[in-house]
């Protein structure tokens, strides 16, 4: 029986192409800035979201806490969403490393923050307030059903922040989605920001990194803080040789991930005791609920995955999938009979 896991695009394996690079990469020692393949991976990065400079970190979560740290200081806010992956799931750590305060708005459906929520956050200049100076973004929004955030509320958003001397980061783990989403060039989402990260392990498949993106004043502190978080690696160019390849080679077909995704979202709509809202499925993630909540939401969990197929349940009776470059349209096909044969025999 093959298994077909739709937990997260995280669980992608490294294609031979990588592997290969892998093995023949040129490498020195990266915290001297002498290793040539972590340099180049670090200058193609920065071409591609059109900024001065980037730093390659083992982790999305250093990516963020990194860029929180080198625009904030100890006592300052940021704002970010309710829902964002900084906020839900990386430990604290710009509170805990960093003494930074954040105030969460809430996120819209579409992974947005209201403008005027934004804009009457912003603290006065007041000794009882912590100074703001900080705005993330995430783009696609994990908890907002992978909705891309578009160039427009994007560059709003940065208007808004410059007007009154704040910074923007956009946590772009999935950038690389939203673009195919929109059709457009990632640098359109980048170009009005401060700091972008992303990630090589998610659609890109890489097995490990990200890169932290901005101005080289910023990176030079970023790169600061990173050893500081213990993230200075020595010959960093077995990892930053497969982020290459994967830039160079896994970026146009991140649009297949969608259309896989359309067709689990389609074929979930036709199954009783299942419900999907449609036009939020706009990448790679999916979600959808149970409708019998008689039922405990972890059994439809364990008896898919008892046949084959994996996925989360994020909230009580409501589930994501995400599609990735390791299953494709059969699979697809494959996980709907299951969840078919399985949602009959409840």
Do not use: W
């Not at 915290?31 to 900024?51: C, H, I, R, W, Y």
């Not at 994990?142 to 955030?149: A, H, S, T, V």
């Not at 972008?196 to 101005?215: E, N, Q, T, W, Y």
């Not at 979202?265 to 990448?283: C, P, Y």
């Amino acid at each position: 029986m093959k298994t077909i896991d739709l937990r997260s695009d995280t669980v992608t394996l490294p294609a031979q192409s990588m592997m290969d690079a892998i093995a023949s990469a040129q490498l020195g020692d990266d915290v001297f800035q002498e290793d040539p393949t972590t340099n180049e991976l670090e200058s193609l990065a920065a071409d591609t979201m059109g900024k001065e400079a980037a730093l390659l970190v083992p982790s999305g979560t250093m990516a963020n806490l990194v860029a929180v740290l080198s625009h904030c200081e100890r006592g300052s806010e940021v704002i970010l969403g309710d829902q964002a992956h900084t906020f839900m799931y990386e430990a604290g750590g710009i509170s805990a490393f960093g003494g930074i305060h954040s105030r969460q708005l809430p996120n819209q459906r579409d992974g947005t923050l209201k403008l005027e929520d934004v804009e009457s956050a912003i603290r006065q200049d007041n000794v009882h307030f912590p100074p703001t100076r900080l705005i993330c973004l995430e783009n696609t929004h994990n908890r907002c059903f992978g909705m891309p955030l578009t160039v427009g509320y994007t560059k709003s958003v940065a208007q808004l922040a410059g007007d009154n001397g704040i910074a923007v980061h956009v946590d772009g783990a999935r950038i690389f989605n939203a673009a195919a989403a929109l059709k457009i060039n990632v640098k359109e989402l980048t170009g009005s920001v401060d700091s972008v990260s992303f990630c090589l392990s998610k659609g890109l498949s890489a097995p490990v990194g990200s890169l932290v993106c901005g101005s080289a004043e910023f990176i030079a502190q970023a790169r600061r803080n990173r050893k500081a978080l213990g993230g200075g690696m020595r010959q960093a160019g077995i990892i930053a040789a497969a982020g290459i390849e994967a830039l160079k080679t896994m970026v146009d077909r991140i649009s297949d991930d969608h259309r896989n995704a359309k067709i689990l979202a389609d074929g979930i709509a036709e199954i009783d005791g299942l419900s999907i809202d449609i036009d939020t499925v706009k990448t790679n993630i999916v979600y959808f609920s149970l409708k019998r909540l008689e039922i405990a939401g972890e059994v439809l969990v364990n008896r898919m995955s008892e046949l084959g197929i994996h996925f989360f349940e994020l909230s009580p009776h409501t589930y994501r999938l995400v599609t990735h470059a390791d299953v494709d349209e059969n699979d697809m096909d494959e996980a709907l009979k299951v969840f078919k044969k399985v949602m009959a025999d409840l």
